[in-house]
């Protein structure tokens, strides 16, 4: 929403700055894996290229999306390799040039000589410490972050008032995605007080998918309707796919019981049950179940 952040080139360039790895390891002990969807872990994430039953969605709007949204698949930025950093800024250094912008006294400045400082906004601690991680990668960019943390009921009221400019937040989806879509990244609401789009998306793609999404008439229709919007907010670089968990992690008495089959996308404790009798296999060095 903010005028430095109106180009996609620089959006897409902040994300050479989060490294995963690093991130994963030093905070989260190795549990999250990299999401390059807004629809990780799960059938609704687009991948690969378009498929046809895709483009019969996108191929109308060849001209308002980037090109390699119908020859490449999407990709976040690989932080795994030891150079990874350094091709990375490399890349990034790269779109800010070509969106204006050139570094003078170690900081990028516009055509105007006005220093790219952004303001990440955060009302926990675990928050703040991704992005002070992230802070630091963007330096190396000659990009300022200021990370402000504040309490979650001013989070609440600067988030209505839409007066942020970078913040963590988590979209959760159900396995049959319909009308909440529109509200996610429909342009309608975008600057409504308290709109749940909050990345600001004002795209009319977005708009007829979002508005295609609960008309639906079977799961493989469903299912790339909902991959055709994947790709197109991915590609916008309206927001940058952080994490996500592959698993629910568990620790439960060993009394306790639960179907072989589980949901696909939720913990059903609601199924569980108690049974007073240990297994006949448990024995002293078994550890804790995990599920």
């Given at each position: ?148 943390r504040t309490d979650p009921l001013q989070m609440v009221a600067r ?62 229709e469903l299912l790339s309707m909902v991959h055709a919007l994947d ?61």
């Amino acid at each position: 929403r903010r005028p430095y952040l109106k180009d996609a080139r620089v959006r897409e360039s902040l994300g050479y700055a989060f490294n995963f790895e690093q991130i994963n390891n030093h905070l989260f002990f190795g549990m999250y894996r990299p999401a390059e969807s807004f629809f990780a872990g799960s059938e609704l994430a687009a991948s690969g290229t378009p498929s046809a039953d895709e483009l019969k969605w996108l191929t109308p709007w060849q001209q308002e999306l980037p090109k390699a949204l119908f020859h490449e698949p999407f990709k976040v930025p690989d932080s795994r390799l030891a150079s990874g950093d350094r091709l990375n800024n490399a890349k990034a250094l790269t779109l800010l040039k070509q969106a204006g912008w050139q570094i003078k006294n170690n900081q990028q400045v516009n055509a105007r000589g006005e220093p790219l400082v952004l303001n990440a906004l955060v009302a926990s601690e675990e928050h703040e410490k991704v992005l002070l991680s992230i802070k630091d990668g963007l330096s190396h960019l000659g990009i300022t972050l200021n990370v402000q943390r504040t309490d979650p009921l001013q989070m609440v009221a600067r988030l209505r008032e839409l007066d942020f400019e970078i913040i963590l937040h988590t979209y959760r989806h159900t396995a049959s995605p319909g009308t909440e879509q529109a509200s996610f990244w429909g342009s309608e609401t975008v600057q409504q007080p308290g709109t749940r789009n909050l990345s600001g998306v004002h795209s009319p793609v977005v708009d007829q998918l979002t508005n295609l999404i609960p008309s639906a008439t079977s799961r493989k229709e469903l299912l790339s309707m909902v991959h055709a919007l994947d790709r197109v907010l991915l590609w916008g670089h309206y927001s940058l796919p952080l994490w996500y968990s592959p698993s629910w992690n568990v620790l439960y008495r060993d009394t306790l019981r639960h179907p072989v089959i589980t949901p696909l996308y939720a913990l059903d404790l609601t199924t569980w049950w108690h049974e007073t009798e240990k297994p006949p296999t448990a024995s002293a060095n078994d550890g804790p179940n995990h599920h």
